[in-house]
């Protein structure tokens, strides 16, 4: 699954727009490198995003094309 789509999904980025424009701005890394949003995401990586001053890093547990509102955080472990 394409990172800009997983951010979506996950829901930790509210649009998928957004979330091509956080990885083309650089405030996206996955296990530690700037990626594009076209990067394919596995369980097991870790995603860090960057905005205004704040800092979120999760672990992918699962991967989803579809998941309710609810369920969202279960596609993903808050690292710090």
């Known amino acids: 699954m394409r990172l800009d789509k997983y951010l979506k999904v996950a829901r930790l980025i509210k649009r998928r727009t957004v979330a091509q ?3 083309k701005g650089e ?8 990626v594009k ?3 394919r995401v596995k369980v097991g ?3 860090e995003i960057v905005f ?3 800092s979120t890093k999760v672990e992918v547990l699962a991967l989803a094309e579809h998941i309710g509102a609810g ?3 279960t596609l993903y472990r808050v690292v710090e």
């Not at 405030?27 to 700037?34: M, P, Q, S």
Request: hydrophobic share 30%; proline share 4%; charged share 35%.
């Open 52 to 54: 205004h001053n704040k």
């Open 37 to 39: 949003p076209a990067y």
């Open 21 to 23: 424009d956080a990885c």
């Open 27 to 34: 405030r996206v890394t996955v296990n530690g490198k700037e």
């Open 45 to 47: 990586d870790i995603i």
């Open 71 to 73: 369920e969202a955080d």
